[in-house]
């Protein structure tokens, strides 16, 4: 009897055993997505999606998406790309969550990018007035495969999608001066600023379009416009010193002002620096030491990665200038 209990007990204890198994992996089976009429290619990269990655993926297709967004933000592609998925199974062909895919895809790039493409313009095809993903395109054209003339139907498009909307009128308009076609950005933003009249970027990308033409007046006349619509805008302060040193010179006292304001209210780029220690250095070069101590103070605090490579690699130019200005002073 004692034997057969043990017996039975053994029994009971290995089919629990075994129920707890399957039960953990089925906890941990795979939640693949419903994404019937997808194009081919994406249905292939996303169909294998585990859509269980994502906390959010029973919550509806809008908690799903705005997840997606979150963990997009802080780099956690693959989760992002879950929680995208899990939006689409519950909506398909929902635009936000297809721009969502094409932007993990596209942080893959140039691996990503015809999945990028396809997705970004899958959300287009769902919602044609989609500024974002219009947006998204150009970028992608011109970021990954150099083709700016494309991109550029792409930011028009949004232009004309969205009228009102600052950053599709900047992405036109930078293209364009990215491009080296001055007077077509200057066209741009012109007509960008009479559809969107408070915009401070749009102010200070124009204003940098004049200093390129070497319009100066007109360059700080925009980068004080600038600073009346947001009074802390560091950039706009740095374009308004330098456009005020090419147009008053650089004994003018309000540059040195200005430069410093740029560097008070937005400390983390690196030109900011750079420049004013230029600007030091070529008004008075007796000031030298003030400008190391100026470039010490920005590397013990220049935080971003690519900033201060740009901040190091600026430090050796200007030990450079310094270098050769001393030796030609020495000759005299």
Same mark, same amino acid.
């Given at each position: 009897m004692v034997i057969a209990q043990r017996s039975l007990r053994v029994v009971l204890a290995c089919a629990l055993a075994l129920l707890a198994l399957a039960c953990t992996a089925r906890a941990h089976a795979p939640v693949l997505p419903n994404l019937p009429n997808l194009p081919p290619n994406l249905h292939a990269a996303l169909s294998t999606v585990d859509?269980?990655?994502?906390?959010?993926?029973?919550?509806?297709?809008?908690?799903?998406?705005?997840?997606?967004?979150?963990?997009?933000? !802080? @780099?956690?592609?693959?989760? =992002?790309?879950?929680? &995208?998925? $899990?939006?689409?199974s519950s909506k398909m062909n929902f635009p936000p969550a297809l721009y969502g895919v094409g932007e993990t895809f596209a942080r893959r790039a140039p691996g990503g990018f015809e999945l990028a493409r396809e997705s970004f313009e899958l959300a287009l095809r769902h919602w044609p007035e989609y500024a974002d993903a219009a947006?998204?395109?150009?970028?992608?054209?011109?970021?990954?495969?150099?083709?700016?003339?494309?991109?550029?139907?792409?930011?028009?498009r949004a232009t004309k999608a969205k009228p009102g909307d600052a950053l599709s009128w900047e992405a036109l308009a930078s293209n364009q001066y990215e491009d080296g076609r001055l007077d077509d950005a200057l066209a741009s933003y012109n007509e960008a600023l009479n559809a969107v009249r408070q915009a401070?970027?749009?102010?200070?990308? !124009? @204003?940098?379009?004049?200093? =390129?033409?070497?319009? &100066?007046? $007109?360059?700080?006349?925009?980068?004080?416009?600038?600073?009346?619509l947001a009074e802390n805008?560091?950039?706009?302060?740095?374009?308004?010193?330098?456009?005020?040193?090419?147009?008053?010179?650089?004994?003018a006292l309000e540059v040195d002002a200005h430069y410093r304001a740029a560097i008070e209210h937005e400390p983390e780029f690196a030109d900011h620096f750079l420049d004013f220690?230029?600007?030091?250095?070529?008004?008075?070069?007796?000031?030298?030491?003030?400008?190391?101590?100026?470039?010490?103070?920005?590397?013990?605090?220049?935080?971003?990665?690519?900033?201060?490579?740009?901040?190091?690699?600026?430090?050796?130019?200007?030990?450079?200038?310094?270098?050769?200005?001393?030796?030609?002073?020495?000759e005299l």
């Open positions: 859509v269980s990655k994502c906390p959010e993926h029973k919550s509806g297709h809008r908690r799903a998406n705005t997840a997606g967004n979150a963990h997009l933000k !802080r @780099g956690a592609h693959d989760t =992002a790309l879950a929680c &995208y998925v $899990a939006a689409l947006i998204a395109l150009g970028d992608l054209w011109s970021a990954v495969r150099g083709d700016r003339a494309r991109a550029e139907t792409y930011y028009a401070p970027g749009l102010y200070f990308s !124009r @204003g940098k379009v004049h200093r =390129a033409k070497k319009d &100066y007046g $007109a360059c700080v006349e925009d980068a004080q416009q600038a600073l009346k805008f560091g950039q706009a302060y740095h374009l308004l010193a330098t456009c005020e040193e090419k147009l008053l010179g650089a004994a220690v230029h600007f030091i250095y070529r008004n008075d070069e007796s000031r030298l030491k003030e400008a190391r101590e100026i470039l010490s103070k920005a590397h013990a605090s220049m935080e971003d990665n690519g900033e201060r490579a740009k901040l190091e690699r600026g430090t050796r130019e200007f030990e450079e200038f310094a270098s050769r200005r001393a030796h030609d002073n020495s």
